[in-house]
C-alpha cells in the first residue's frame, strides 16, 4: 500500500498536517501496542482487541504477541517477530536505535518486565532491561535526555486501584537501575499523556478511580498538568482545558508546543446503544509551557485512544488504537509541521 496523502488535514493555524501510512496487517487494529524506530525502520507490536469468541458471540478481549516492521513510510508491514509474550498497555519509546517496553498486562496480570526491541538485517532481537520495582499498565512515561520516565497506572486488573508512584532509569549511567521519586501530586491516576521538553518530564490529564453510590471504584477525569523537572520537582502547570485520558502518548512536541491528540473525555461515557457510539472526540489541545497556556489547535482526522506516539522519518505517527469502546482500527496516522 503506498504512502497515502490525499487524506490529509491542517489544524488550525496552518502549521500541521495530517496523511495516513499503510495500514497494520491485523485487520482488526489493536489497542495498548507498543512502538517506536530501530534500524530505520517503524516497529509495532502487542496490544490488545476484541474477537466474537464468548459464548454466544459475546465479545472476549485478546493479548497480541506480534511484532510488524515498517521499512519507509511508502513501503509494506512485514511480520518481524514476536514479543516475549503476549502483552499491552504499557509504555514504549524510542532511545539509541531501540524501542525500549515497559511493564504491560494480558489478560491474567499485569507485569514489571523491561526490555529492548531492534531490528537488525531483517532480524527482531530482544534484549531485557531492569524490571520496574512493581508491575504496572497503563502507565505513561517519556525519555528526557538518556532518563526514562514512568509515572502513574496500576499494578493489578479491574480498575480498582492506581497509583502516584514515579520511577526513573537513568541509560546512561550502567549498571542500570530504576530510582523513584516523588509521586505525582495529586490523586493517583492512570492513562495520562507524557511528554518531555527542554529537560522537564510532564504528566498530562489521565484518570483518578473513587468510590460510586454502590461501592464500586469509577473513573474521574482529570484535567491537571504536572512537570517535574530537575532541582525544582513538581510543579502544577495551568489545566488543561478539559479532561483527557488516553491521548496518545508520548505526546509529540512540534514548534515547542505539546498536543494531546484526541484521547477520551469523558463527555461520552456511558453511550448506549454502544454499537453506535460516535468516537471519541476529535480536538487537539496544545500547551505552551513558556507561557503556561492551553488553546485548542485543530482536530484529529480520525480519534483514537490508548496508542502510541511515535517520531520517524520527520513526523509523528500514531499507529493503530482504540476509535470507541470495544472497537479499533488498523489505521496509521502521521502528523508533520508544514
Not at 492506581?162 to 546512561?172: E, G, M, Y
Request: hydrophobic residues 40%; charged residues 20%.
Amino acid at each position: 500500500m503506498p504512502f497515502m496523502d490525499s487524506m490529509s488535514a491542517a489544524n488550525a493555524d496552518g502549521l500541521t498536517k495530517w496523511s495516513r501510512l499503510p495500514s497494520l496487517p491485523d485487520p482488526l487494529g489493536v489497542a495498548g501496542c507498543y512502538a517506536g524506530v530501530s534500524g530505520g525502520a517503524l516497529l509495532v507490536g502487542g496490544g490488545a482487541n476484541f474477537s466474537d469468541e464468548g459464548p454466544g458471540g459475546a465479545p472476549v478481549k485478546v493479548w497480541h504477541d506480534a511484532v510488524y516492521a515498517l521499512e519507509s513510510p511508502g513501503g509494506r508491514w512485514i511480520r518481524a517477530g514476536r514479543l516475549p509474550r503476549p502483552l499491552g498497555y504499557g509504555v514504549s519509546v524510542t532511545h539509541e536505535d531501540a524501542v525500549l517496553c515497559v511493564g504491560g498486562s494480558d489478560a491474567a496480570r499485569h507485569y514489571a518486565d523491561a526490555f529492548r526491541l531492534r531490528w537488525q538485517a531483517g532480524r527482531l532481537l530482544t534484549e531485557p532491561l531492569p524490571a520496574l520495582p512493581i508491575p504496572l499498565a497503563h502507565m505513561s512515561g517519556a525519555m528526557v535526555s538518556n532518563t526514562l520516565w514512568i509515572a502513574g497506572g496500576a499494578e493489578a486488573p479491574g480498575e480498582q486501584r492506581a497509583t502516584s508512584r514515579v520511577f526513573a532509569l537513568d541509560l546512561s549511567r550502567p549498571p542500570l537501575v530504576w530510582r523513584e521519586i516523588e509521586p505525582i501530586p495529586g490523586a493517583p491516576r492512570f492513562l495520562a499523556a507524557a511528554a518531555a521538553r527542554d529537560g522537564a518530564f510532564y504528566v498530562l490529564g489521565g484518570a483518578a478511580l473513587a468510590p460510586s453510590a454502590d461501592g464500586k471504584a469509577v473513573r474521574v477525569y482529570l484535567r491537571e498538568a504536572w512537570r517535574y523537572g530537575p532541582g525544582s520537582g513538581w510543579t502544577r502547570l495551568r489545566d488543561l482545558p478539559k479532561p483527557s485520558v488516553a491521548a496518545p502518548s508520548p505526546a509529540p512536541v512540534i514548534d515547542g508546543r505539546i498536543l494531546l491528540l484526541s484521547g477520551d473525555d469523558g463527555s461520552r461515557v456511558g453511550f448506549e446503544p454502544i454499537e453506535r457510539h460516535p468516537g471519541f472526540p476529535d480536538t487537539i489541545l496544545a500547551y505552551d509551557p513558556a507561557r503556561d497556556r492551553w488553546s485548542q489547535n485543530g482536530q484529529v482526522p480520525a480519534p483514537r485512544a490508548t496508542a502510541p506516539c511515535v517520531e520517524w522519518d520527520g513526523m509523528f505517527v500514531v499507529p493503530s488504537g482504540e476509535v470507541r469502546p470495544r472497537v479499533r482500527s488498523p489505521e496509521v496516522w502521521s502528523l508533520r509541521s508544514r
